[in-house]
């Protein structure tokens, strides 16, 4: 089985960052999360720096948003 959040401060933390770019670009929180967990999982796998992981993970969601036109703007 794979865990995500190693700890419930680390789930926190990716929490915030999730409601933040949901509240952000006015997004459903569920799809952000959906988007945000997918990225944070393929970069757990190769990331050295865990304590970097949200700002990184929040970069890659925005992309995402960009390329996928959910949003019009970075």
Not at 22 to 40: F, M, T, V
Not at 57 to 72: A, P, Q
Request: aromatic share 10%; charged share 30%.
């Amino acid at each position: 089985m794979y865990v995500l959040y190693r700890s419930e401060k680390e789930y926190q933390q990716h929490s915030k960052a999730i409601h933040s770019i949901a509240d952000h670009y006015k997004l459903k929180e569920a799809l952000i999360r959906e988007i945000y967990e997918g990225e944070l999982k393929d970069l757990q796998k190769t990331s050295r720096l865990k304590n970097f992981l949200s700002v990184l993970v929040t970069r890659h969601v925005k992309e995402f948003l960009y390329k996928s036109k959910l949003i019009t703007s970075k």
